[in-house]
């Protein structure tokens, strides 16, 4: 993984801008820690930052490539799992590579089938390739949209880059936010409509999308979209299939010439991943698989089962990482470095996001990272076959907004009257609520129920998901640590979007059919735990720091969210039993604690960025 950035201009001399492009590219250290390199032509102008994954030693970038008098230049971050069949493809039609990275190999698939090469692409990507006889840019994104690309226009400029960082780095970018911004951060946050940049005239290139830019604007493609049709295979077939499918990508996920581990919850979608993983070692003689997991100091001692986390994960780590016979790190983090490091999550995320389930992550990462330079994680599992609440609560089912959201008005209570008169936040909310159904490709003739879960399953897949892909991305490479997510391989998630939810739902569990798909994969006790999320902590002491802190924000004169936040409400709030009333606003695991901690983030956010609201 690594991080990239561009910048083309038909007016400036690019190659009197190194300081600026230099700037951009170091805003991007972390995602790539192992080498720095640009390329600078007249009227563009490529970064890139490395981490060494395959190939250490011949896959620098921005990478050059010759095809007659034709030369193509790439600036590329991710992975591409089906390199082998794409190298010998290649081959046969007369290629010849100097290297084993993928890098070579996609910028080969370019120059042979142009624009289309990205169908023929299984991976992780996002990247930019400029062809120089015909000045053109061509950007692209993965399908499910698992590594980042965003992209603004300035006049006759146009830059891109893995981050929102790297643009704000160029002169030209201005940290600027108007109320579709603030609508975004205060009401659709921490999640993030597709293709929105939050900041003014700043944009993300869709999952599924790529783009070519030359002297005549932008065109736009969509090269990959769901698409709705008939299940043609019976059950013991889609089992075999789900089966067939996740045996071959965690397989393909596993190769890389550094140090694989994997993520270990002792749920079952981190258990599968980890016993795909320590069957390959074994069958190979690759040694023993090293798993992580995290928790808390003092979990245990204030751990409250609930409907949302039934039990702890820490028996069932031991389980699982017992069975398989993996060398097994547990990570247990303090209260108060949970708190500590919002401000430095939210820099990481360029935004406020998930509180301590981000700043859980990311110091997770920090420690993965000692011993580990890549990851497997169960992530995304339960959007893809249904394992979330909002596939089962008929109240979440039928609600009529983001079921993870149910609450909209709640939010609205958080605000100054100002504030939300001005933005008209509530409708802005219906909006993109509606916009969201309104892409659903729905299957004719189906029945009402079964297109009712076709469009929860849509509204997880494209609103819901890239906010987990966003954290999972921003917070491990702020380490430099690559995290590989096999369940959105997307041959998975094209076959079980069309499997109807009564196989889905096998035997009404949860994950019915992943879990059926498993069996003799996993321990019969670990294949049907009920769910349980990701570990948050249970200690008071992180809800006092956050509340603490939030309400010293609200005290300060110069705090940028006083305009913003209704005080006397937030002060309510806090003089609150927040746990015999703490429901989730965001999600299962954002609730009262979440809530300053998202203040904290949103004022560190302003600060830090010096946004300016316009």
């Not at 089962?305 to 790190?329: G, I, L, M």
């Amino acid at each position: 993984m690594c991080g990239i950035t561009g910048w083309i201009d038909w007016e400036r001399n690019l190659e009197q801008e190194q300081p600026i492009l230099d700037a951009m590219v170091a805003t991007l250290a972390a995602r790539g820690p192992d080498a720095s390199g640009t390329y600078m032509k007249k009227h563009v102008a490529f970064g890139h930052r490395r981490l060494s994954v395959v190939d250490l030693v011949n896959g620098a970038q921005p990478m050059i490539r010759q095809r007659g008098e034709h030369h193509y230049i790439i600036t590329y971050n991710g992975e591409l799992y089906n390199t082998p069949e794409l190298r010998h493809d290649l081959e046969m039609r007369g290629y010849r590579f100097s290297t084993t990275c993928d890098t070579e190999v996609l910028l080969t698939a370019y120059i042979e089938y142009g624009p289309a090469c990205v169908e023929r692409f299984n991976g992780i990507f996002a990247f930019g390739i400029w062809d120089e006889a015909k000045e053109c840019l061509f950007l692209a994104r993965d399908r499910i949209g698992v590594k980042p690309l965003f992209y603004t226009e300035c006049g006759k400029s146009f830059l891109f880059g893995s981050e929102l960082k790297a643009l704000l780095a160029n002169p030209l970018v201005k940290p600027e936010v108007d109320s579709e911004g603030l609508a975004e951060v205060f009401m659709i946050g921490p999640a993030r409509t597709p293709g929105h940049g939050v900041f003014r005239g700043v944009h993300e290139l869709k999952p599924g999308y790529s783009m070519i830019y030359n002297r005549n604007g932008k065109k736009i493609i969509q090269y990959w979209a769901l698409s709705s049709q008939p299940h043609e295979h019976d059950f013991e077939q889609t089992v075999e299939t789900v089966r067939e499918l996740l045996c071959d990508t965690a397989k393909r996920q596993l190769v890389a010439d550094v140090p694989v581990c994997t993520f270990l919850s002792g749920g079952l979608d981190s258990s599968a991943l980890t016993a795909l993983a320590a069957n390959t070692y074994k069958r190979e003689g690759l040694g023993d698989l090293h798993t992580y997991s995290v928790d808390y100091v003092d979990n245990e001692k204030y751990f409250k089962a609930s409907s949302f986390q039934p039990n702890s994960d820490a028996p069932w780590v031991k389980r699982v990482s017992e069975y398989f016979n993996t060398q097994h790190h547990n990570i247990i983090l303090e209260n108060e470095e949970l708190a500590q490091c919002l401000v430095q999550a939210a820099e990481a995320r360029d935004l406020p996001g998930m509180a301590d389930i981000d700043t859980s992550l990311y110091l997770f990462s920090r420690e993965i990272k000692k011993g580990a330079t890549v990851a497997l994680s169960g992530e995304c599992a339960d959007e893809v076959f249904g394992g979330y609440p909002w596939f089962y609560r008929e109240e979440m089912i039928h609600a009529t907004t983001f079921p993870w959201a149910p609450r909209p008005e709640m939010r609205l209570e958080w605000l100054t009257p100002e504030f939300k008169n001005k933005l008209n936040l509530s409708d802005y909310v219906k909006q993109r609520y509606s916009e969201a159904l309104s892409e659903v490709p729905q299957l004719p003739g189906e029945e009402p129920i079964a297109a009712r879960m076709r469009e929860i399953f849509y509204l997880s897949l494209t609103r819901w998901m890239p906010t987990l892909l966003d954290r999972k991305d921003r917070m491990s490479m702020a380490f430099g640590l690559e995290v590989r997510v096999p369940y959105c391989d997307h041959r998975i998630v094209e076959y079980v979007w069309n499997v109807p939810w009564a196989i889905k739902n096998y035997q009404n569990r949860e994950k019915g059919l992943l879990r059926y798909a498993l069996t003799g994969i996993l321990p019969d006790d670990v294949l049907w735990r009920k769910k349980s999320p990701y570990p948050k902590t249970h200690n008071p002491e992180y809800l006092n720091t956050v509340r603490s802190w939030a309400l010293e924000i609200l005290q300060d004169s110069t705090s940028p969210l006083l305009p913003l936040i209704d005080i006397d409400k937030i002060k309510a709030i806090a003089q609150s039993d927040l746990s015999a009333s703490n429901i989730p606003w965001f999600g299962q695991l954002m609730g009262g604690a979440q809530l300053f901690a998202y203040l904290v983030q949103a004022d560190a956010w302003m600060r830090k960025y010096r946004v300016n609201i316009v």
